[in-house]
């Protein structure tokens, strides 16, 4: 899933943020682009220290007060078969309680963020020297998360907690069609989340792929090689990077 910026030397490759692939390969195009590149531009610095003040309920909430009460004992089933404390349960908002159901499960089969497209380059250019940029601070990127209202965060909660695997073949299924360069099964995903939780989309994938698009518009208008590394979600629909950009009169063009 690599685009290249028309006119310029300024790749834009679609990620898997978790994957069970320890020697995770590119493509070889995309291999190339990398080793061209002297800057890597990721979504956020992963190392830094998240403010957990931005994972808890709003001030006098908890969970428990704020689900229906069979949610909760569903929640409450997954979150202690997968041996995580009690004691947050109820302080957690409710999509960073489904997010770390997801993670959790999607971890005790070996799907980790160290495997990860991003996380991987990341590792590869710190040590080949390569320059890293970020398009945003972590902190600001959950702030737009847990920014989503409370009616979103309960249903998209509901969604994970009502599989048994709590998301995992989601997770499983991202990783294959990456492998696969499957852009039409990236295009379902999302206009299902359209469906589901628009809000969410808004915030998480458009909002964001707006404010990302000046910085790598500068960056391409430079002579430098770059590749930029973004989540696949955010390069497919009406408002992926693809689409924005030839908004401003540029054209990502997929590379084969």
Not at 77 to 95: D, F, K, Q, V, Y
Not at 127 to 141: F, S, T, V
Request: aromatic share 6%.
């Amino acid at each position: 899933m690599l685009w290249q910026i028309e006119d310029s030397n300024t790749y834009v490759l679609g990620s898997v943020h978790l994957s069970n692939i320890p020697q995770l390969q590119l493509p070889d195009i995309a291999e190339r682009a990398f080793a061209e590149a002297k800057c890597v531009i990721l979504e956020a610095d992963q190392k830094v220290q998240p403010d957990p003040r931005l994972f808890m309920m709003p001030p006098g909430k908890q969970l428990d007060s704020s689900v229906s009460t069979e949610l909760f004992r569903r929640v409450r089933e997954h979150w202690l078969r997968l041996g995580l404390p009690e004691a947050n349960l109820l302080t957690l908002s409710p999509i960073m309680v489904g997010t770390t159901l997801q993670i959790a499960e999607s971890a005790r089969n070996r799907y980790v963020a160290e495997f990860g497209v991003d996380t991987v380059l990341r590792d590869r250019a710190e040590k080949a020297g390569k320059e890293i940029r970020y398009l945003e601070q972590l902190n600001d990127q959950l702030r737009m998360l847990v920014g989503i209202p409370l009616t979103e965060q309960i249903s998209y909660l509901s969604h994970i907690a009502s599989q048994d695997d709590v998301g995992l073949a989601e997770v499983a299924g991202m990783i294959s069609a990456w492998l696969d360069n499957d852009i039409q099964y990236f295009e379902m995903l999302l206009q299902a989340r359209v469906e589901d939780w628009p809000v969410l989309v808004d915030d998480v994938l458009t909002k964001r792929n707006i404010n990302w698009v000046p910085q790598i518009v500068e960056l391409a208008k430079g002579s430098n090689h770059n590749l930029v590394v973004v989540g696949a979600l955010h390069l497919v629909g009406e408002t992926g990077l693809p689409a924005l950009f030839r908004q401003h009169g540029l054209a990502l063009i997929a590379t084969r």
